[in-house]
């Protein structure tokens, strides 16, 4: 599986699986599909109301063909309906969720790359970037990732809230804010999905430093432990 290292804001890198040529392609497709739905449903509403002034028609059935991309991307986070389906997303190169000034170059530049040769350029330059990016991802700085299945690591492991009974084994936990258990949680995740253990090792040995612990547990069980006993502490 294609994958693109970003780096983190903690100067740490996760690997995140490419979204596929044909992942987006179905996407893409799948999209046009509830477009042209949207489109007709729109005229027959202007049809039962009676309305026949070419201004209004070309507003009403214009603006979703231009903005239907750029509209979803904004409010579902970086998908559209058709991304949702197939289980992609927006990202920058930096793992952080795209910004608007992101989706609106993304979608300017999809008139050259989507729009000319139909897609042809697009999809020439996803399948040989290397980053899964077409010209509105190179210069926005973002690419399509397939988000992995996460359901049963963050259930049965990373979000598990320790009983009343339970002793931390690392008070130093303590000193960890939500953002750096988010980060363990996505080097364990790499770590699960993945096979990549160079996250894991080197927010262990940050942590070790930062925190002023020696422990022979195995990284995994060292992760997993400050994850219980910071929601242990926080939870009182």
Do not use: C
Request: net charge negative.
């Amino acid at each position: 599986m294609q994958t693109i290292q970003v780096r983190t804001t903690q100067n740490v890198f996760i690997h995140y699986p490419v979204a596929s040529v044909g992942d987006r392609i179905l996407a893409h497709l799948l999209d046009r599909v509830i477009l042209i739905v949207l489109i007709l449903a729109l005229w027959a509403l202007l049809y039962s109301l009676d309305i026949d002034e070419e201004w209004v028609a070309i507003v009403v059935l214009g603006l979703p063909f231009l903005l239907y991309t750029l509209l979803f991307e904004i409010f579902m986070n970086g998908q559209t309906p058709g991304k949702r389906v197939l289980n992609i997303k927006v990202i920058r190169l930096n793992g952080t969720p795209a910004t608007v000034g992101d989706y609106v170059l993304r979608w300017i530049f999809a008139f050259v790359d989507i729009g000319i040769l139909g897609g042809a350029i697009a999809v020439i330059l996803v399948a040989a970037g290397g980053k899964g990016q077409r010209l509105g991802d190179i210069v926005a700085g973002t690419s399509v990732i397939k988000q992995v299945e996460q359901a049963e690591i963050t259930a049965k492991e990373v979000f598990v809230v320790a009983d009343s009974a339970y002793q931390p084994v690392f008070t130093q936990a303590i000193q960890l804010n939500e953002s750096d258990i988010d980060l363990i949680q996505r080097a364990l995740e790499v770590n699960r999905d993945l096979g990549n253990v160079q996250p894991m090792l080197v927010i262990t040995e940050k942590l070790k430093t930062q925190l002023g612990i020696q422990t022979d547990l195995p990284p995994v069980k060292f992760l997993y432990t400050l994850i219980k006993d910071f929601n242990h502490l926080t939870s009182r």
